[in-house]
């Protein structure tokens, strides 16, 4: 039954050279900081550059339902939610309905670079087994050309 669901993304047809750059770039950073259990594709970070270059492989490479994205926002005692959520939300060109309740995590002490996350850390939640798995499968491919 699973296998003959249809998947609710499509992959691009046609890459560019920039396209696959993309994709390498994305799915190593998947496989830094995504997680590779369950049923959802679940990418966190918290540096602005980083969250846009995997959400472009999901808009533009894998063009998901942008409809079932999630958003999660962590964020420290003390900041500005709505601020953070806005900020995502305009990066990302995705309405703030796509967030689900943020995480706030009590004040933590500055580090010697300043405070951190200073834009809170997002999760980009896709619940999709098929692309979780085909991604687990480009880091498979990747890890061994790289590691042999």
Not at 13 to 27: T, Y
Not at 90 to 99: A, Q, S
Request: glycine share 6%; charged share 25%.
């Amino acid at each position: 039954l699973f296998a003959k669901k249809p998947p609710s993304f499509s992959f691009k047809r046609n890459f560019s050279q920039k396209d696959r750059e993309l994709m390498i770039a994305a799915v190593m950073l998947y496989f830094g900081e995504g997680a590779k259990t369950g049923v959802t594709v679940d990418f966190a970070n918290s540096d602005p550059d980083t969250v846009i270059i995997f959400w472009k492989f999901l808009s533009e490479i894998c063009q998901v339902d942008k409809k079932r994205v999630r958003l999660h926002l962590y964020a420290y005692e003390g900041q500005n939610v709505e601020n953070l959520m806005r900020f995502w939300c305009k990066l990302l060109g995705l309405p703030k309905h796509h967030f689900i309740k943020p995480y706030i995590k009590k004040a933590a002490t500055p580090g010697p670079r300043g405070p951190r996350m200073v834009r809170g850390l997002v999760h980009i939640r896709y619940s999709d087994t098929k692309l979780l798995r085909q991604i687990l499968k480009w880091i498979d491919e990747y890890r061994q050309v790289l590691t042999n």
